[in-house]
């Protein structure tokens, strides 16, 4: 496969400055860290001798094509491979080296003139340690051609506690939050006086006929139950005033991270996905906070108090009450476990059948003109059966654990009857402290099992805790530089050797370079999938782009706070998303109030006024869900008023692929002339129509500029560009005669 | 083009250079903007909800509708162009203010409304929530049949009127 290089995904583009330039920076840095730990024996199995090491990289597979170890040393004057056998390259003999991706699995590949010769193999997992010696080695011979870099990032994470993020959230109530566990604390201790006047009832005034002591008795359990009654009832209403708040942060806390995320995060994780995270999720993380926490506290104290009052009273009696204790302590953690692992499948299929809905709902047209009805149902009730089946496996668990934790507490209870009641037929237990005993007990065994029960939605509710904290140490990975800058643009846009995939080592674009002074229009152009959008992506800085660089007025784009940069470009999307509101609140997103005037001038601006006055509500109108209740052309140009009705320096078009009727579209190139004069425009065009008269046309093409120069220019040229002209042109032709011959008829 | 230029060609005026007048029964207006004369001229409301007296007066020539002037606050006129001004536009915007709820019951999707508006009594359907549309302290109701109504600040009205609101929205 070495010699067959060409059939290979290869991305050789020409030589850039600011890529050699900063790598070799990078790479020079690198190589004064004690010789980039490379083994001493492997040193001297290279025979370095006096030369210096200027990079070095370690393959993860031998010489045999297996998982093993093979290093790559690159010296000024060649290339060494120590593995099991050594070889070497001498640079001045080397016409070129690439780096070349297959399936699994990458190589170097080096051109010795007469034949090309794998100098490397690597699993994609060191695929950029190798693309840089590639880079390097190509600097080194001088060469006109280099292989792309592009730096991998992996996506950045915190490690942030879960538990430490949720009690986080507790913090600023923690005064509440004490005055609840007061209450119940409290409501405990109201709630162990009964079986204790009980004791007293029985012994003092049933047995010792202390009549005297009968109604304060009475009145004291009354007092008791009340007290236990009101102190609860207090408890609750902060609790659930807690749960409120909580919710309300943790929902907005949640929200503003997964708005603060940059786009490649929503590229990975399907919206349907971080939808359930952010409602379902969080809300079993509100009940852990609010009502788990609280049973915990309430229920161990409890716990702890009649465990005290019980040994108190009469130890021997106590020990049959710890009887089902090591089936708590060992088996909960055994529980624990197991439900973890099936409670985080179940959510997963859950998810599944979430993300089907909301992929296919909205696909529905799509749905039904394919006749797909069987098909989409068969597809759900697939998914339903597979939440039913992991339900099914945690009811299980469930049936094999808490009924055995059950019977052994009752066997506990049985076991006290029996020899308490021994002793008081022995006369040694008064008949008062064996009901006040087994009354305690009965409330022993209560916390017991709500502490076991609460084991399961509390483990439910630290998985859900898990899937937000995954959302929530998730790093956007487009990030204002600590230095960046607020910057008036006048609108000057430089793209400088720019390179950029979604995926690593699949470039969507590379090595893009162009200028478009400010005030001036750029139409770009191309077949679809040739890179157009990803480039608007890139000036908007949804994205960085892995190498080069974008510079406005002639500062990198990194360099602007992305606030102050997107505040000043107006962007109209291929699909302009509307939202459920008027058309003036669509036009005046996410600008607050904004004068009456000022949004009929960007409407007009947008040719979409008079359109608009023809609504029943007018600019009150609403728009539908996504925009539903306009058609593709107007929500085209009530995209487009939002994008102007704030001047912006820049505008970037990316006009809709759906073909619309010409008086639509006479409409639209009505709204793009009024608006490109005298601003920085960038239109992306599927109709060449748009942009023939723009200053500048850049045609791309498999992620390259292809051509460039102005609509004359480009048909002389007689390229790409004319010739795609001359399809839509026909075609409209066609057309124009068709209605021609229609209208004659 | 800026769209400080399009501001200025949408020949916003000052309420007090502008003079309005109707003719019993007519239709439209005839509009007198620092002494010039406009003869059939509509007062449109391009925020008949939100912001009900900035107007647009315009004529409808060759097909379509030709903007000729906007004023931001038709209280501002003096009060005979007010007057005017408002006897064309209670004709053609009716938009009824509700005063009091008699009744709010649902049937599956559809609510059924028993108001007291400034209009008169009126018995309608809404359906839907998107049907009921929450504007700051407005709830705007369009029924089946796409009339408008109108209430503003719900908690202002009487006690019976409110709790059918609140138990149904």
Known sequence: MGNNATSASVYRIAFTPPIAVSLSAELSASADAEDLNVPQEVKAAANLGAESLLYAAESDLNDDGEYGSRWLLVTPSRIVVVGKSVRQFDLRELKSIEAVDHLGIGELVAD?????????????????????????????????????????????????????WLFGFLRPYKWKLALALIFSVLGIIASLLPPYLIELMINDVFTARKTYMFVPLVLAALGAYGLGTALGVGSSYFLNWLGQRIIYDMRNSVYSQIQRLSMDFYDRM????????????????????????????????????????????????ALFVLLPVPIIVFGIPLYRKRAHAL???????????????VDTIPGVIVVKSFSQEEREINRLKERMEAVVQS??????????????????????????????????LAGTLSLGALVAFTMYMGQFYGPINSLTNLFQPMQQAVTSAERVMEIMNEEPRVKDADDAIDLNIKGDIKFSGVSFGYEPYLPVVYNISFHVPAGTTLGVVGPSGAGKTTLTKLLMRFYDPQSGAIYVDGVDL???????????????????????????????????????????????????????????LAYDSWVGERGSMLSGGERQRVAIARAIITDPKILIMDEATSSVDSITEKQIQRAVDNLVKDRTTIIIAHRLSTIKHAHNIIVMNHGTIVES????????????????YRVQYEEEEKEAQKALSVADR | MPIDDFLRELNLVDESVVKVSREPESAFLTLIVNGKRYEEVTPRLPFPLTNPDFVIFSRFLGGEWVDLFMIRDKKKLDPGSLSSLNSLLSELYFIPVIKKVKNLSTTGDEFVWDVITDRGARKFSTRGRRNIINDRDRLILIDVDNNVYVINDPRSLDKESRSFIERFL
């Open chain 1, 112 to 164: 010795l003139g007469d034949k090309k010769v794998r100098v490397i193999s690597y699993s994609k997992s060191k695929a950029e340690d190798f693309r840089k010696a590639a880079i390097l080695v190509s600097e080194l011979m001088d060469l006109k051609g280099t292989v792309l870099n592009l730096k991998v990032e992996k996506p950045k994470r915190k490690t942030g506690n879960t538990y430490a």
């Open chain 1, 343 to 357: 409670y985080h499948r179940a959510w997963r299929k859950w998810a599944d059948v979430d993300t089907l809905l």
């Open chain 1, 270 to 317: 399907s919206s349907g996905r971080v939808l359930s995270r952010v409602v379902d999720d969080v809300s079993r993380v509100q009940w852990f906070l609010v009502w788990g926490i609280q049973s915990l506290v309430v229920n161990i104290l409890t716990l702890v108090g009649i465990g005290l009052i019980i040994f108190i009273m009469n130890w021997r009696l």
């Open chain 1, 558 to 616: 990194r360099k602007i706070k992305r606030s102050s940069w997107r505040r000043q470009v107006g962007i109209v999307l291929q699909d302009p998303f509307l939202f459920d509101g008027s058309v003036a609140y669509n036009i005046s997103y996410g600008l607050g109030t904004v004068a009456s005037e000022r949004i009929i001038a960007a409407a007009k601006a947008a040719a979409v006024h008079d359109f608009v006055m023809n609504m029943p």
């Open chain 1, 709 to 724: 120069g102005t609509h004359e220019e480009l048909m002389k040229k007689n390229g790409l560009y004319a010739q795609m």
């Open chain 1, 391 to 424: 339900n099914m496996d945690t009811v299980v668990l469930n049936l094999k654990f808490f009924p055995l934790l059950g019977f052994a507490t009752s066997v506990g209870a049985v076991a006290i009857w029996f020899f308490g009641g021994s002793q008081v």
